[in-house]
Each structure stands twice: as structure tokens, then as C-alpha cells.
């Protein structure tokens, strides 16, 4: 399993696959999944995923985040379509796709990162406040049914060094978790056993 930038085609159709499957009530989400096939390949957008490798060592995507330029100010990188199968989610893609993003930004100096998740998407939002992000505004972005917040995070003001702690701990707190639920379980086994 690795987490890259995407530019091949066969990894980019792998991606769309992924993607069309992966709606979250977004009004004419297959016409969006198309038009950003199509932005993928002339490289307008730019696709982070998470890879595995299938029976025939074909590349699978498992996890994605879209990047472009944002279009009123070329100096913003927009982030879309943040997912994670749920066979791999809480296992740290996202943060592993998410550094390879903001890297990304820093790399191509961008000043500011931008995205936008429904306003109920409360995982989305905690994980995004993790990773340095903060509330900019609400506002109903799709429909007049269903408010969005964007969420903005200023590169100026944190190091990827301090993400990639972030990261790192993250990965170190979930090791800890697996340790005492093994060891509970362990536990149970012994006491049954006496
Ligand atoms: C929201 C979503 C993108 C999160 O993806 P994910 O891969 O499960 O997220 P991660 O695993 O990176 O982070 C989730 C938790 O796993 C933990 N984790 C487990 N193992 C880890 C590891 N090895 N390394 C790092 N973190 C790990 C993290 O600590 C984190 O918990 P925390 O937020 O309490 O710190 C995913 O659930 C999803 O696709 N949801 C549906 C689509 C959606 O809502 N998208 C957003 C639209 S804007």
C-alpha cells in the first residue's frame, strides 16, 4: 500500500472508478466524476491516492483527494473529493494522502490550502481541525438544502515538519490502542483458560 501523486493512466481510471462510487449527496456528482477524469489526464487537477496493488498487480485506488488551482485566486490549492474505501478507513490513509497533498502545496508554493465538506460531516471536519485547518465561513455551495463549510489552513503559519509529528503520533496512538485491545483480549483468554 502507497500513497503518491497520481499521473499514469492506468492509475487514473483506477481513480475514477473509485470515485464514481463514492457520492455523498452532491448534485450532478457523475458529471463532475467525468469532468475530472478528463482535468486528471490534461493535469488541470491533480490526484493524491492511496494504491494498492491487485491480483494482477494492477494499481487499485483505495483512497483519494483531488487538488487544483482555485479559481478566483490561482495562489489557493482547492481540495475535493477527500474519500477512503471503508474496508481501509482508521488506518491512517487519509493523513498519509493528506501529507503527500500539502507537500505538494508547500512544494509549489501555495500560500493557502481550501476545501469544503458538508456541514453535518463532523469526522471530515474534526480530522481536517487536526491537521490544522479552521473554519472560514458557512455557505450552501450545491444546493439551498445542504450548507457546506470551508475550511482553510494558511501554510505560512505551521512547518510540514509539525504535520508530519501530527501524523506520526497519530499512527503511534492507534499502535497503543491495538497493543491494550490485544492485551485485554489476551487477558480474557487466560482467565477462561484458568
Ligand atoms: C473522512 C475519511 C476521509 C477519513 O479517512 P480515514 O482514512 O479513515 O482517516 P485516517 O485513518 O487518516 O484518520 C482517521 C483516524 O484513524 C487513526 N489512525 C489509525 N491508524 C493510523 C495510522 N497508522 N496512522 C495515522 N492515523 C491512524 C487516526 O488517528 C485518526 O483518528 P483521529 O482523527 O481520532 O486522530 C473517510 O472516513 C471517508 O472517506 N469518509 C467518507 C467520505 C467523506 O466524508 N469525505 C469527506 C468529504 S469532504
Redesign the pocket.
Known amino acids: 500500500m502507497e500513497s503518491r501523486l497520481i499521473t499514469d493512466i492506468s492509475e487514473i481510471n483506477s481513480l475514477y472508478d473509485f470515485i464514481r462510487t463514492?457520492n455523498?449527496n452532491y448534485p450532478q456528482y457523475d458529471e463532475w466524476a467525468k469532468k475530472c477524469r478528463d482535468e486528471l489526464l490534461t493535469g488541470y487537477k491533480k490526484a493524491f491516492a492511496m494504491i494498492v496493488a491487485g491480483k494482477n498487480r494492477e494499481p487499485i485506488v483505495v483512497?483519494s483527494i483531488i487538488a487544483q488551482p482555485h479559481k478566483k485566486d490561482p495562489s489557493v490549492l482547492e481540495l475535493k473529493?477527500?474519500?477512503?474505501?471503508?474496508q481501509?478507513?482508521?488506518?491512517?490513509?487519509?493523513?498519509?494522502i493528506?501529507l503527500d497533498v500539502e507537500r505538494y502545496a508547500r512544494e509549489n508554493g501555495y500560500r493557502k490550502i481550501l476545501?469544503?465538506?458538508?456541514a453535518d460531516?463532523f469526522?471530515?471536519i474534526?480530522?481536517m481541525q487536526?491537521l490544522g485547518y479552521i473554519i472560514e465561513c458557512r455557505e450552501n455551495l450545491y444546493t439551498n438544502k445542504s450548507l457546506e463549510l470551508v475550511m482553510t489552513k494558511d501554510l505560512s503559519l505551521t512547518k510540514l515538519q509539525t504535520l508530519e509529528m501530527v501524523?506520526i503520533d497519530?499512527?503511534r496512538?492507534?499502535?497503543m490502542k491495538i497493543r491494550l485491545l490485544m492485551m485485554k483480549f489476551l487477558k480474557v483468554i487466560l482467565i477462561k483458560n484458568e
Open positions: 463514492q455523498l483512497g473529493n477527500g474519500r477512503v474505501h471503508t481501509y478507513a482508521k488506518k491512517g490513509c487519509f493523513k498519509n493528506y476545501l469544503d465538506a458538508h460531516n469526522e471530515m474534526s480530522l487536526k501524523v497519530s499512527a496512538k492507534a499502535m
